[in-house]
């Protein structure tokens, strides 16, 4: 059909497509082909995204570990160290409310944030501890190791000695060296020998045990070695000890009373005498016979 371009407002829109001419192109491929060609190339550029999220997805996870185990960690370990130097006395609440009352020379550690999956102390020194009722409570020194519920108890552990008297409920101590134990009622008192066994002593007055509280030190039969030891951490002084034998000493004194005081009572009975080198520093040896 011709097409008069002239007069083209004359035909319709059918008309003018039906006049166009039909030109053929040449396919090197059929449309399976194309199509198959077309879907790779769509998987190609899908892919890489695939990829990155999961990546992405793996490296949350990675982090979020990290931070769980970094959290658990800290919470674990981190610890709070509290020490009563000499000459002092220190009160210390735990995070049960449990209260430990430290002697001199005395420390404690633990871990806050860790308190309500395991209630455990590290301790060194002197102290009365009133624990608060709940799960198990373990009291970790050298020596010893001290297990309770709800109670309340006098632990001594320096040097080699580690003691232990119960005033209210019941302890379980455990000797380390040799893995002894023993279950302590009121007035019942523990000690941890050198070898390792532990000596077990019943219906002791257990007030002596603690006059230190209130700043009343109490010997009977006690090596002269650890007394003076004893007047040196409530003073914090020196004592140079010069010549002494196998002396046991029986009496008492109050924190209140000074140094030379204390030092006059215990060596006079004993046949020693005491030089003072300066403020903090004493020389206690045998008497000099003129």
Sequence with gaps: MSFDFKNIDNYSDDEFLNSLPEIELPYSKS??????EMMTEIDKTKAPVNKTKRLWVVYSLAASLVLVLASAAFMRFYSVTQYCPKGEHMSVLLPDKSRVELNANSSLSYHPYWWQFAREVKFEGEAFFNISKGNRFD???????????????NIYTRKNNYKVTCFTGKVKVFSNLTQDEVVLYPKDYASINRNGQIELEKGINVKEKTMWRDHI??????????????????????????GLSDISYTGNFKKSNSVDEILNWVCLPLGLEYSK??????????????
């Design 31 to 36: 449309k399976d082909e194309v199509w198959a």
């Design 139 to 153: 009291i970790i020194s050298r020596y010893g190791s001290t297990r309770i519920l709800g109670t309340s108890f």
């Design 217 to 242: 030190f109490f010997f009977t039969g006690t090596p002269i070695q650890h007394v003076f030891e004893e007047i040196e951490l409530q003073y914090d002084i020196r004592i140079i000890k010069n």
């Design 277 to 290: 080198l300066s403020s903090k520093k004493f020389i206690v040896r045998p008497k000099q016979t003129k």
